[in-house]
Structure formats: structure tokens, C-alpha cells
């Protein structure tokens, strides 16, 4: 099932796109949102999730507003974009739908921390367990991270990467290819639908509206991890942009955090290691 929920905000009327797996209406178990990464991506890299409804989980997948099939904003000042307009329309698709009072969050990257900003801001009474994959703590954090990476890297990617997407975007592909083969995702062959979503943001026709917001500037989280008040299980992969400095502070602040590296996998395990993820997953949402 597929649809668009419609978002009021500012009193203006935007649509979120939306894509459910498995029965609403009949479950038996607590329905997961998966809430894609960015800022500026889409849900099509995460499908993988669909696996849990093999395990009776209803999956829902959307695109946050900005990007891929939901309502494009190319016009909208710098101001606009701002972490409680995430946080609202994420509220307004739970209710949409009506599962606002039983639902679990996976989130990734970007969207593990928006999942964190939900939780610490609204404390929201529905979220029964929450599986925070891939994302920084702090920006500042990631930011190093990156650049340590990409030591190794050939000078002609890092000279791509310094001139950046709008000075030569073939060649920022290319590079940001030869970056994501080793810390992005080392499946073999590259996936199809993470290359797609990628095309949103970086292709030839690509909308980075939200990319280029400063929704994430100078971000950090660590000194409210505190007040997380729901199960949490934190993932990362031993070669992932997201490294063990990276995530820990979601593990030593959060109360009773779990926390699962997956050796073989970098920034995307859903795909790296699948099998060992979803059952990872699958079994952290399903404890009682």
C-alpha cells in the first residue's frame, strides 16, 4: 500500500509519500517506521526492512518532504528546513495513519538522529523501541570521522570532493563512489536501489534543496541523550563512516542502550550483512 499524507504546516499544504508492507489493519505486532538518512535522500536505499514483515512486523517507508516522490520545496529560504518541521511531519504521518500509540522507529544515519531529536523533544508515548543505525552523535564527530577516511583516498577523489558537486558533478560521483565502496556499502554488486537514491540527490536533475540546508549545522545531541526514555539498540559497521567514537556516546548516555558492530559491513549493514541484521533487529523490536 501506497499513498501521500497530507501536511499543514505554516498553513500550507504538503504531501508526504508513504509505502506500507504488511497488514496495518490486521498485525499482530508492532508496526516499524524506517526513517531514511540525508538530510535530502530517500526510503529506497532501506528496503531491505521489508524482510521484518517475514518476521509479522508491518513496515512503513516514506520520503521526507524535500525530497524524492513527496512535496519539493526548491523555494523555500534556509530558515524553513528545521529540525521540528522533521519532527512534526514525522507526528503527522504516525497519526495519518493511525498507529501513533504503538509503533517502533528504525532509523538511519540522518534519520536515526531525527529519531533521537523525536524522542528527546516530544517524548512520544506510542514508541515502544527504538533501533538507532549508522548516525553521529555530534556533527562534529562525523566531520572527523569523514576526513580520516578519506585519507587514503587518491588526491583526485579528495580534489573532487574539495570542488564539490556543483563544480564538476561527474567527477563528485565518481569520487563519492570510490568513497562509498569502501565505507558506504561494500556489497557486491552496489545496489540498485541505493544508487537511485543517491541519483535524487546527486544525478543530473537532482533537487538538494534540503542537502544544502543548514538543518545540521554545528549539530549535536550528546548532552540530552540522558533523557531518552525507550529501549534503544545503536548499529554500526567496523569500516562505517559512522565509527565506534562516532556512535558511542548514544551507548554510554543513553540508559541501558545495546549496542551491535557489525564486522563485515561499513555505513549500510541492511545490505552488507543482511541476514545478521535483520535478525538482530527483528529480535530487539520483538522482546518483551
Request: glycine residues 6%.
Amino acid at each position: 500500500m501506497e499513498g501521500r499524507a497530507p501536511f499543514v504546516y505554516q498553513d500550507e499544504t504538503h504531501e508526504t509519500y508513504y509505502k506500507v508492507f504488511g497488514d496495518l489493519k490486521g498485525r499482530t505486532r508492532t508496526p516499524v517506521v524506517v526513517l531514511h538518512g540525508g538530510p535530502g535522500l530517500t526510503h529506497d536505499y532501506l528496503l531491505p526492512h521489508t524482510d521484518l514483515v517475514e518476521q509479522s512486523f508491518p513496515v512503513i517507508f516514506y520520503d521526507q518532504i524535500g525530497n524524492g516522490r513527496s512535496t519539493r520545496l526548491p523555494h523555500k529560504p534556509q530558515s524553513f528546513w528545521a529540525i521540528d518541521f522533521f519532527v512534526d511531519e514525522l507526528v503527522n504521518l504516525l497519526t495519518y495513519l493511525s498507529i501513533q500509540d504503538d509503533f517502533h522507529i528504525v532509523g538511519h544515519s540522518w534519520g536515526g538522529m531525527l529519531a533521537a531529536e523525536f524522542v528527546v523533544r516530544r517524548h512520544p508515548k506510542g514508541l515502544r523501541r527504538l533501533v538507532i543505525a549508522d548516525s553521529p552523535a555530534d556533527m562534529g564527530a562525523w566531520n572527523a570521522s569523514t576526513r580520516r577516511l578519506m585519507e587514503p583516498l587518491p588526491q583526485s577523489v579528495k580534489d573532487a570532493f574539495a570542488r564539490g558537486v556543483d563544480a564538476d558533478r561527474e567527477a563528485y560521483w565518481d569520487a563519492m563512489m570510490a568513497f562509498y565502496a569502501v565505507n558506504g556499502c561494500r556489497a557486491k554488486p552496489f545496489p540498485q536501489q541505493l544508487t537511485d537514491t543517491m541519483l535524487y540527490k546527486y544525478g543530473e536533475n537532482s533537487d538538494r534543496t534540503v542537502d544544502k540546508s543548514h538543518v545540521l549545522k554545528d549539530w549535536s545531541i550528546v548532552d540530552r541523550l540522558h533523557s531518552v526514555d525507550v529501549p534503544v539498540l545503536v548499529i554500526n559497521g567496523k569500516y562505517d563512516i559512522a565509527q565506534d567514537e562516532v556512535v558511542e556516546p548514544y551507548v554510554k548516555r543513553i540508559p541501558g542502550a545495546k549496542w551491535i558492530r557489525f564486522e563485515e559491513s561499513s555505513h549500510t549493514p541492511c545490505w552488507e550483512e543482511r541476514t545478521e541484521y535483520m535478525k538482530a533487529v527483528g529480535e530487539f523490536l520483538g522482546a518483551v
